[in-house]
């Protein structure tokens, strides 16, 4: 456990738990949103996945990792209750335990690899998340973290619609504290964290949604999370938006996701160091 007794930031996640956002968690795998770690992985390592969600993710490296310890943490008791439903037949070499990013409940050097899928966005000291990260790796082991970057995100056709609900989402994570464009600055919080420079790998990938089952689904799940999940409560509550102005987002990503030519491309930074 770490010595530090200062209080840990106080966080606000902008997207919460709405069925909304767990379809999105529901979908993400080690393919399409770790494979820049997957070339350091080898079975028997251990690893440790803060900000784990539902799990998904967190059980898919255990496949791989296997018969190699593989823990993931949330702050959230719910969320977590449903990633243990997920991994209880999944995967034998997987645990989920409820966890705070700044005071993670492991000794010094505990794990092999440790990662944060699209976590440090959301925290108001990111550079603080990350120490911890590094103090709970094995020297030479590897903090893995992938953020998107919503600045760098890019759509078309053109949807004015669309520029209103990248503007307000910027309004409501800069009320909370967060930092909506987190991937440019993964490289920077990394070296402020006190990672050796000559054991830092930076890159980037994507997300494209661009087939048509791939456009209904985005478009889906960010109409419904612009009217029901904690993103939409909490620009009401910095008086950001009305239920009509959210509403309206909402039809802008339907109409969006009927466009037979429509495309959408998320991107991320990313960052390999070394403990």
């Not at 999944?90 to 989920?96: I, S």
């Not at 108001?124 to 760098?152: N, Q």
């Not at 009320?175 to 993964?186: H, Q, S, T, V, Y």
């Amino acid at each position: 456990m770490s010595t530090d007794a200062a209080p840990a930031p106080q966080d606000v996640y902008t997207h919460g738990h709405h069925e909304s956002v767990l379809r999105s968690h529901r979908w993400r795998t080690a393919e399409n949103s770790a494979a820049y770690l997957l070339p350091q992985l080898s079975p028997g390592q251990s690893l440790l996945d803060v900000g784990c969600g539902p799990g998904t993710v967190t059980i898919d490296l255990a496949q791989r990792l296997a018969p190699g310890e593989v823990v993931g943490v949330d702050t959230s008791s719910a969320v977590i209750e449903i990633a243990r439903a997920a991994g209880k037949d999944a995967q034998a070499n997987v645990t989920f335990d409820v966890a705070d990013a700044y005071r993670l409940p492991f000794a010094a050097d505990s794990f092999d690899v440790v990662h944060a899928h699209q976590v440090l966005q959301h925290l108001t000291d990111p550079v603080a998340a990350l120490r911890e990260m590094r103090r709970v790796t094995k020297p030479g082991g590897i903090v893995a973290v992938r953020d998107a970057d919503y600045s760098g995100m890019t759509w078309f056709p053109r949807s004015d619609g669309l520029d209103e609900w990248l503007a307000l989402y910027h309004e409501v994570t800069q009320a909370n504290g967060a930092e909506a464009d987190a991937g440019r600055r993964l490289l920077s919080w990394v070296r402020e964290a006190g990672f050796d420079p000559a054991g830092i790998a930076p890159s980037a990938g994507t997300w494209c949604y661009a087939t048509p089952e791939d456009r209904e689904w985005w478009a889906g799940l960010w109409a419904d999370r612009s009217v029901a999940s904690n993103f939409a409560a909490q620009a009401i509550e910095h008086g950001l938006a009305d239920e009509v102005g959210l509403e309206l987002l909402a039809d802008a990503w339907r109409e969006w996701g009927q466009q037979p030519d429509g495309w959408f491309t998320v991107l991320h930074g990313e960052v390999l160091a070394r403990a």
